[in-house]
Structures are given as structure tokens and as C-alpha cells.
């Protein structure tokens, strides 16, 4: 599996395209009356999560992954 | 085809026509979402055509999973973010669980499963489905990348192993019956579970993790609970 290629693929290319048009900037969402910055996280139930991860039994409270291939 | 085979490979494609389902809806509400907060984004409009790549998606597993005589359950749903998040953060959140991982994860394996000898009803799927996935992925790197541009988006580093738990699911690092390693699964579209395990472990390390960091998450939580499953 070639990984590099890969992220150039997804990640690198993906990033391209969202930054192709107008970004949400602070100021452009403000102006919007929108939220301008994402809110950071309670660090308790950050490590919370971690520490139900490790048990593979995490929820909506401390968060959760989606099922794939 | 013995019994066995036919069990595990129906299994298998009515989870994903499950999945696929799930993605339909989750895409679609995504979308809204993100439009109402960012409406220059190309994203909304590519999650919109994915949640209509991912109904087809559905219908093609869940023929497949019909071939092998396997029912399948309706998808529901699910926000997955802590409930204490921001609804911009969530949003970011579920994006990155969704496509930048779960996405991502499933290229290398639909990728892996198209170079193996397949029946040819199998590959005919896969080769629809790999077409788009793709794009699915590139979509939720997009969405970071507009986020990334105007806030600090560091605060995920934490949340990425449950993101990686509910991705891996609870039996990625078990270890299995040796029927799940049969060398005969490929055929039906079905990784013996090693190799799954292992294209799991190898996505991560060459294309998600470095895509985390490189939107400036750490993704020290993340490879501590890499360590802790491979120790299992």
C-alpha cells in the first residue's frame, strides 16, 4: 500500500479543495453573526474519553467513532 | 461455497449496506449544518452528492448481502459527539471520525480488496463503490482544512481515540476463530482479519495520523492507544 500516495490523494488534495473557495475566517463569521471560533473542550471529559477508549466502550458522553469497512 | 464462507461474507456486506445507510443520513445532516455556518464551503454540496453516493452504496451491499442469503438491518441516525461540544465543534468532530478516518480507512481497504482475486459480482461492487470513496474522504480533509484556517482546531487530540475505538469496533484487535482468516475471503469481498487489522493499523500510521498532525492535532493520544491495542 503506497501511504504516501495516499495522503497526497486525500489529505493534501483534500485540503485543496477546501481552501478553493472563500475561507471562514473569524472576522468573515463574525460579520456573518455566526460563531467565530470553535469552542475548546472540556479537558476533563477529553481525558475521559481517552480513558474510555482504551476500554473500546466509548459513547456519546465521552464520544464515539463511526463504523466502516 | 461452503456454509461457512457464505455466513461470514453476508455478514459482512449486510453491515456495510448498513453502514452505507447510516453514512446516507449522517451525510445529509452534515451538510445542513455546516452550510448554516460556513456558506462559501464547497463541502455541504459534496457531502450532499455523497449521501446519494452512499443510498447506491447501500443498495449494492445490500444485494450482495441478499446473494449470500444474509438479512439486513436499517440504519439509524446517531449524532456521535460528546454531548459537551460545541455544535460547530461536534460538527467538526463527526467530520473527522466520519471521513477523515472512517472514509479514509475504507479507500485502503476497498484498495486492498480490488487487487485480490474476486468473484466477479464482488468486484463489479467494489469497483463502483471505490470510485467514489475517494472523494468521501477528501471532503472531511477539506472541512478540516477550512476549520484549521481560522481557529485552533488542537482541542480534537484527545477525542481521537474514541473516534478510533468506535472506527476499529470491538473486535479489530480480538483475537478470532481461524475461519475469519481464511485465505478463500478475498473472493467474496471479505479481508481475513489480520490483514484487516493490519490495513487498519497502516492507514493510520501513513495517512490519518499525519493528516492530523499536520492541521497541528497531536496525535500522541492516538498512537498510545495504538500501542495499548496492539499489546492486546
Redesign the interface.
Known sequence: ?Q??K??Q???V??????????????AQ?QQ?G??????????D???A??A???D???G?????????? | MNEVRRRIAGEAWAFRARVEEEATLRFNRLAGAIAAFDPDSPVPALMRRAAEDERRHAALCAGLAAFYGHPVESGRDAPIAPAHLSPRAAILYEVVAACCITETESVTTLTTLLAEALDPRVRSVLHEIARDEVTHGRMGWAHMAREAASSDVSFLSPFIPAMLAGAAGDGLFAPVDPELESEDLPRDGVLPHSKKRAIFTGTLEGVVLPGLEKFGIDAGPARAWLAAMAAR
Open positions: 500500500m501511504f504516501r495516499l495522503f490523494m486525500l489529505v488534495s483534500g485540503a485543496a479543495m477546501g481552501l478553493s473557495s472563500g475561507c471562514s475566517t473569524p463569521a456573518q455566526k460563531d467565530a471560533r470553535i469552542d475548546t473542550a472540556d479537558k471529559a477529553a481525558d474519553g481517552m474510555k477508549a482504551q473500546s466502550d466509548a456519546t458522553q465521552s464520544g464515539s467513532g463511526v463504523s466502516g469497512w
